[in-house]
T-cell receptor, first 111, second 114 residues
Framework: ELKVEQNPLFLSMQEGKNYTIYCNYS?????LYWYRQDPGKSLESLFV?????AVKQEGRLMASLDTKARLSTLHITAAVHDLSATYFC???????????FGKGTRLSVIA | ETGVTQSPTHLIKTRGQQVTLRCSSQ?????VSWYQQALGQGPQFIFQ???????GRGNFPPRFSGLQFPNYSSELNVNALELDDSALYLC?????????????FGPGTRLTVL
């Protein structure tokens, strides 16, 4: 059974600081996704990572994938308040199979 | 905007009632999945439909059922509502094939069971 663990579950960051969110998954997967969710809202797609060593960046967020370690990271650079949200990683086994989500990391960026 | 719409936005029901939630997928997406997200939790997979046939099911009882129609719309039906069914219900559509085969989520329906 595919399981996904994220840590930390809660993160309070100061503006301007850097931090990393970790996502571990239990079995082989061919796709890993990162989503952002604002309170009361739906999921916004951030990154899709397909292959070992994949790295994608958008603004202050950078995601990477290590398929051998079954680990993905979401790195936040010089955090700003607008990044406050809950971040989920999700994984599929293969093909057209459903997503298995982690519990999410609730990020709060404070001045 | 993902092109995936859901209705209604909010819904309040009482225990024991039945509810139907609706989703309209992106045009051309032949796969739709439904997820339940309880407060403070990650989304949990309910079931998936591919070309109008159920293609996979999560750990949900039979009182959760669904339909997918040829016009890219779908329904989630829940019978005999329980208090624990209170959650955000998300539908997501994807092409079913392709390198990314990314799921695009609708805005969700917030269901409250009293």
């Amino acid at each position: 059974e595919l399981k996904v663990e994220q840590n930390p579950l809660f993160l309070s960051m100061q503006e301007g600081k850097n931090y990393t969110i970790y996502c571990n998954y239990s079995t082989t997967s061919d796709r890993l996704y990162w989503y952002r969710q604002d309170p009361g809202k739906s999921l916004e797609s951030l990154f899709v990572l397909l292959s070992n060593g994949a790295v994608k960046q958008e603004g202050r967020l950078m995601a990477s994938l290590d398929t051998k370690a079954r680990l993905s990271t979401l790195h936040i650079t010089a955090a700003v308040h607008d990044l406050s949200a809950t971040y989920f990683c999700a994984v599929t086994n293969s093909g057209n199979t459903p997503l298995v989500f982690g519990k999410g990391t609730r990020l709060s960026v404070i001045a | 905007e993902t092109g995936v719409t859901q209705s209604p936005t909010h819904l309040i029901k009482t225990r024991g009632q039945q509810v139907t939630l609706r989703c309209s997928s992106q045009s051309g997406h032949n796969t739709v999945s439904w997820y339940q997200q309880a407060l403070g939790q990650g989304p949990q997979f309910i079931f998936q439909y591919y070309r109008e046939e159920e293609n996979g099911r999560g750990n949900f009882p039979p009182r959760f059922s669904g339909l997918q129609f040829p016009n890219y719309s779908s329904e989630l039906n829940v019978n005999a509502l329980e208090l624990d069914d209170s959650a955000l219900y998300l539908c997501a559509s994807n092409p079913g094939t392709g390198v990314y085969n990314e799921q695009f989520f609708g805005p969700g329906t917030r269901l409250t069971v009293l």
